[in-house]
């Protein structure tokens, strides 16, 4: 009986073990690898789950995270949505959050973002030129950029300080400060929780980027759950 019992004890004990670990493996800690706003931002649309990245063009971990960022959204299911925010803390993002607006209110975002993205980080374009300690948007370049990728150039230039993207930049720069931005890319999910390579759970690693996706999607089942 005795000669029985050991096995058995030592079987329950690694099962109970492997259980735990199957379960630690999947979990993620609020402060470690995600944080709760303190203050829930409203969503655009309640009957989806909104993840909103908030970047910068000129931002190089923005441009490496896009790929992967793609792929994802490629499989996220239909009660998700993903949306984006440029981020401004400095006058050369104003310029690049305008351009993104501009891209937005003419329906070419899908056309323009890569070679916006491009243009930055592989040829070195500001599309900005300086002014004292501010900068004017370069809308010579601009437009140029957008003829050069089949779409009206000219209307984009005329676009980059209408009212319109005025107010889009507005409120792009008081839903960053909702968020407590505190750096490009980062991730919100459902308007309640940011999620940043700079949280001790995520800082430092060479996947940091593809963690903050498995966090995405950790917290969007846990909102899943949550909504019933």
């Keep these: 009986m005795r000669a029985v019992a050991a096995p058995l004890t030592l079987l329950l004990t690694l099962l109970f073990s492997l259980a735990a670990c199957a379960q630690d493996s999947g979990q993620f800690k609020e402060g470690q ?6 203050q829930a931002v409203p969503q655009k649309d309640d009957n989806r789950i909104e993840v ?3 970047f910068w063009y000129g931002c190089g971990h923005c441009y490496h995270f896009e790929p992967a960022l793609k792929r994802w959204k490629k499989e996220i299911p239909a009660d998700v949505a993903l949306l984006k925010i440029p981020a401004i803390w400095q ?3 104003e310029v690049h959050a305008r351009m993104y607006y501009v891209a937005d209110a003419m329906g070419v975002l899908d056309t323009m973002h890569t070679p916006i993205f491009n243009a930055i980080n592989k040829q070195r374009k500001m599309f900005a030129t300086r002014n004292g300690r501010e900068w004017d948007p ?3 370049a601009i437009e140029e950029l957008f003829n050069a990728n089949g779409t009206d150039g000219a209307k984009a230039a005329k676009l980059m300080n209408s009212f319109a993207i005025n107010s889009k930049v507005k409120q792009g720069m008081a839903n960053q400060r909702a968020y407590q931005l505190s750096g490009t890319p980062e991730v919100v999910v459902a308007g309640k929780y940011r999620i940043s390579t700079s949280l001790p759970g995520l800082k430092g690693k060479s996947n940091g980027q593809e963690l903050m996706l498995e ?3 950790y917290l969007i089942e846990k909102e899943r759950a949550e909504r019933g």
């Design 91 to 93: 006058p050369v993002m």
């Design 52 to 54: 909103t990245e908030l």
């Design 215 to 217: 966090v995405a999607n």
């Design 138 to 140: 370069d809308l010579k």
């Design 33 to 38: 690898h995600y944080q709760v706003l303190p």
